[in-house]
């Protein structure tokens, strides 16, 4: 079990803020090709995933990234602060 | 506290008065403000998601690297999140420093990193419409003068 | 009026707090603040000599340079001469700007110019002799980048 | 007639901020000339002219410029404002 969180547009295009996840993927591409397989929604979002950032327990990482020990993994589009 | 995350507005004059005046080493200081633009001139109000927990943790990352790399004496963060009305204050840094170029240099490394390395998002809702602020090329490339 | 020369102090707080507040096309703010420093631990008092009537010719021709260059909305010049202590304010300048580059960069140019360039002169009085600040050739090369 | 004035330590080592010159010299050069040639604190002052800025009539100029017009000279160490 994994906690998934999205930001920005990602969220609003999932429909959720977050979310339990179960799931045996080895990396974070493995999460998001498990995500993206399950519905339109999840397929829309990380359609492009060049467009996209992640986080791995609050720390950026890359999609090449693998999961094993982590809690917490967020998808967001780059950031836009400052 | 030399970082703050808030939804609350600040007050950047009373940031500036009670920043980096203890003692007589710091020679310069440089705060940077950061307003809501209306440049379409139909901007309702600016919404700005953030990351909590990460955020902090970011920041406080960001401003310790700077912090080593031009021996500050005094670092301040402060960025809002949530609702806010064009020309109202998003965020501020403050450094303060033996010499103004250590001040200068350290004020524009926080504020090229919290452009693209702290998890915010700003949303612009207009009169027309809403849209995310799209991240820009240039804020990413600035990085690299680092 | 952009641009003060004066024995009095000010509250470079209050400065922040009034400047470049209006209307919602500024996007940045810059604020920069000089301190006396006392490296020595033995600093009494710093004295600043200035050259009444071009140094406001002067700080304003920089300041019209900088406004030209970087299309500001805004932009202040407040600059002591007298008897000042250690930690006392010397002088600040703000800029505002749309961008957050262009008001870092014409707050440095406006220091880097007023450095060197505006009739100033500063002496150092400690508790073992009294003695005029040098210029460095770091300042006047700074100019060069501009 | 002119208007000499002196700044810093050129002030001090000629000791006065100010005075009226009645001059014939064409340049800058021509009247450190015959003001060195005055007395020793003024030679003391214009020892090394390559550590002196000028002013003339408030703006700053080159040893070699001419007098012709001008009103108000200033010498005066590099500035140290800021």
Known sequence: MIDVLYFAWVRERIGLPKERVETNALTVADLVAELTAREDRYAAAFADVSALRVALDQELADFSAPLKGIREVAFFPPMTGG | ?146
Chains 1, 4 share one sequence.
Request: hydrophobic residues 45%; glycine residues 8%; aromatic residues 8%.
């Open chain 2, 1 to 146: 506290m030399p970082v703050r995350v808030q939804a609350e507005p600040f007050d950047f004059g009373k940031e500036c008065a009670g920043f980096g005046q203890g003692g007589s080493s710091t020679g310069a200081v440089v705060a940077f403000l950061g307003r809501v633009r209306d440049d379409s001139g139909s901007l309702v109000r600016m919404e700005i998601e953030h990351y909590p927990g990460m955020t902090e943790k970011a920041i406080g990352a960001i401003a310790a690297e700077a912090s080593r790399r031009w021996c500050l004496n005094d670092v301040l963060v402060v960025h809002r999140h949530g609702k806010l009305t064009p020309g109202e204050a998003i965020m501020m840094v403050a450094t303060a420093a033996r010499h103004r170029v250590a001040a200068f240099e350290a004020a524009e490394f926080l504020m090229d990193y919290l452009k693209s390395r702290a998890p915010f998002w700003k949303k612009e809702i207009a009169a027309d419409g809403a849209a995310w602020v799209s991240a820009i090329a240039e804020d990413e490339q600035a990085l690299d003068r680092w």
